[in-house]
């Protein structure tokens, strides 16, 4: 969830009911992983990097709803 930030918590600060991603993704939260697959990207174009990969925290259900 690199980079995620919904224009409503940008402005007014975080959400009374912290309901952002469960039981459902907010329709308020847009879903964009192009930052992190950047940063991915930047990091195994470093000389002597050899892979860069999430090991951990994937959320599928946020895969499928990718702007």
């Known amino acids: 969830?690199?980079?995620?930030?919904?224009?409503?918590?940008?402005?007014?600060?975080?959400?009374?009911?912290?309901?952002?991603?469960?039981?459902?993704?907010?329709?308020q939260l847009p879903i964009d992983h192009a930052p992190l697959v950047e940063v991915l990207r930047r990091v195994r174009a470093m000389p002597g990097v050899k892979k860069a990969f999430v090991a951990s925290g994937i959320r599928y259900d946020m895969l499928r709803d990718d702007a």
């Open 1 to 27: 969830m690199y980079g995620f930030e919904c224009d409503r918590k940008l402005r007014r600060g975080v959400c009374p009911n912290k309901r952002c991603i469960f039981p459902d993704v907010c329709p």
